[in-house]
């Protein structure tokens, strides 16, 4: 089995940390100086995208490096399987179909500071695309890869993406109201802890058991990092065009960029990701 990685970033290496078993793997990067050129001699079975898709000065998805690593693959005539693992807005991702053959949506759902364990520990697996194409990317997950998920959802691209999306934009809503929460909570109740209220809220499962600590990993309040910004903002801008108020999303972004401006410094995947938090709307 022969695979190629176009982006070695988190999602690149933590798909390569996961092989086992007889993969020879082409990992394509400028920062590694390897070109895509490189995969006309290599003849890989499956290319794997993971390339960047930061946020736009407007807060939309931008797709250039996408769209570039697109065209030449197309300039090759590549007959390998195609596999986006890179977060694509729905409409973005039916222009990506049109363009490439033998594509499946595969999105990630792995937190960067644990990208590693989460690739490999996930119980969700995600193929959106034409079924027999989907069903030789499942195998490989299963014969190539020691990720645990061993039943994998199959469905199409558009959904594929709506799960994706779906998540992430909630997990940054429940992050607003926890920080909302939380200066409430210290309020009315100076003496408390913080910690002790979370477990117990805990014990109910339907709360879920991530994105309540606040302030958050990265010792800041609000939703940060470089994906539930970008990732929330042009979900919100998605569905304003085609006509779609998502009011509580918005909402949770805008309390979001009240708590995140506040900081004088964007951290650097931010900044790599072009995310500000300076939006109105």
């Known amino acids: 089995m022969k695979i190629a990685i176009i982006g070695y970033g988190f999602v690149g290496k933590a798909l390569e940390s996961s092989l086992t078993g007889d993969v020879s793997v082409l990992k394509i990067d400028p920062k590694l100086g390897s070109q895509i050129t490189e995969i006309n001699n290599f003849h890989p079975d499956i290319i794997f995208i993971c390339v960047p898709t930061p946020m736009n000065s407007e807060f939309s998805q931008d797709l250039s490096i996408l769209h570039k690593v697109v065209n030449e693959l197309n300039a090759?005539?590549?007959?390998?399987?195609?596999?986006?693992?890179?977060?694509?807005?729905?409409?973005?991702?039916?222009?990506?179909?049109?363009?490439?053959?033998?594509?499946?949506?595969?999105?990630?759902?792995?937190?960067?500071?644990?990208?590693?364990?989460d690739f490999i520990n996930s119980n969700l697996i995600v193929f959106g695309g034409h079924i027999e194409n989907a069903k030789k990317i499942s195998a490989f997950y299963l014969n190539y890869t020691n990720c645990i998920c061993k039943e994998h959802i199959f469905t199409d691209l558009i959904s594929a993406s709506f799960v994706k999306y779906s998540i992430?934009?909630?997990?940054?809503?429940?992050?607003?109201?926890?920080?909302?929460?939380?200066?409430?909570?210290?309020?009315?109740?100076?003496?408390?802890?913080?910690?002790?209220?979370?477990?117990?809220?805990?014990?109910?499962?339907r709360m879920g058991n991530s994105h309540m600590n606040v302030p958050g990993h990265d010792g800041r309040f609000g939703f940060g990092?470089?994906?539930?910004?970008?990732?929330?903002?042009?979900?919100?801008?998605?569905?304003?065009?085609?006509?779609?108020?998502?009011?509580?999303?918005?909402?949770?972004?805008?309390?979001?960029?009240?708590?995140?401006?506040?900081?004088?410094?964007?951290?650097?995947?931010?900044?790599?990701?072009?995310?500000?938090?300076?939006?109105?709307d």
């Open 76 to 117: 090759f005539n590549i007959k390998s399987l195609v596999v986006l693992k890179s977060t694509v807005l729905p409409n973005h991702l039916g222009e990506i179909n049109n363009q490439i053959q033998n594509l499946i949506y595969n999105p990630e759902f792995l937190r960067e500071k644990s990208a590693e364990a």
């Open 225 to 280: 990092g470089a994906c539930l910004p970008k990732d929330s903002n042009a979900f919100l801008n998605y569905a304003k065009d085609l006509g779609i108020d998502l009011n509580v999303l918005q909402n949770a972004i805008l309390t979001n960029n009240k708590i995140r401006g506040k900081y004088n410094e964007p951290t650097l995947r931010e900044t790599e990701q072009n995310i500000n938090f300076n939006g109105e």
């Open 168 to 205: 992430n934009t909630f997990l940054a809503t429940k992050i607003s109201f926890f920080n909302e929460l939380y200066t409430l909570y210290c309020s009315a109740v100076p003496d408390g802890n913080w910690e002790e209220f979370i477990k117990i809220l805990l014990r109910d499962n």
